[in-house]
T-cell receptor, first 111, second 112 residues
Framework: GQQLNQSPQSMFIQEGEDVSMNCTSSSIFNTWLWYKQDPGEGPVLLIALYKAGELTSNGRLTAQFGITRKDSFLNISASIPSDVGIYFCAGLNTGGFKTIFGAGTRLFVKA | SQTIHQWPATLVQPVGSPLSLECTVE??????LYWYRQAAGRGLQLLFY??????ISSEVPQNLSASRPQDRQFILSSKKLLLSDSGFYLC???????????FGSGTQLSVL
């Protein structure tokens, strides 16, 4: 079945640093989604990408839908302590009922 | 606007006891509904999904079952819990194919 490889698995950074994480797949997706999960909470949608090459921002977050439709990245600029959490990428295709998730990137920010 | 409710937030159950977790969605009709499980510090494992009333697809053979008795209600059950059923259970919904998925707040289940 379809799988997403998300990297890095975890990141330890200093407050104020920029962060970059990515997701790759061996198959094509029509939509890429990025979620953030705080401890003990459900994941919250951050950014949705619908078109190859699309670059979308949400505050300090920027995500891109890869040209090949097999990858996506998420950047966080000027990280702050509340950015701590697990970030999941997800892909879906037209006609499919399942959203495919990456294993998550655990972000730790030191003040 | 649409909202998803999931309860309880926390549950501690003895091994061998039954389980019933409920999820409801408001503000939409005929949503696709999903149950995920997340082990501590791990990713999201899809357990069940439903595209309509009484239509349930199981992704992983296990000790759990799901039911959808009403359009916007999704229930996760077990007749006898195992220690390995412990985890964080998440309900989610979306409008239809190729749509964004929205999650509930989760239930932390501890089986002792």
């Amino acid at each position: 079945g379809q799988q997403l490889n998300q990297s890095p698995q975890s990141m330890f950074i200093q407050e104020g640093e920029d962060v970059s994480m990515n997701c790759t797949s061996s198959s094509i997706f029509n939509t890429w989604l990025w979620y953030k999960q705080d401890p003990g909470e459900g994941p919250v949608l951050l950014i949705a990408l619908y078109k190859a090459g699309e670059l979308t921002s949400n505050g300090r977050l920027t995500a891109q839908f890869g040209i090949t439709r097999k990858d996506s990245f998420l950047n966080i600029s000027a990280s702050i302590p509340s950015d701590v959490g697990i970030y999941f990428c997800a892909g879906l295709n037209t006609g499919g009922f399942k959203t495919i998730f990456g294993a998550g990137t655990r972000l730790f920010v030191k003040a | 606007s649409q909202t998803i409710h999931q309860w309880p937030a926390t549950l501690v159950q003895p091994v061998g006891s039954p389980l019933s977790l409920e999820c409801t969605v408001e503000g939409t009709s005929n949503p696709n509904l999903y149950w995920y499980r997340q082990a501590a510090g791990r990713g999201l494992q899809l357990l069940f999904y439903s595209i309509g009333i009484d239509q349930i697809s199981s992704e992983v053979p296990q000790n759990l079952s799901a039911s959808r008795p009403q359009d916007r209600q999704f229930i996760l059950s077990s007749k006898k819990l195992l220690l390995s059923d412990s985890g964080f259970y998440l309900c989610a919904w979306r409008r239809g194919e190729n749509e964004k998925l929205f999650f509930g707040s989760g239930t932390q289940l501890s089986v002792l």
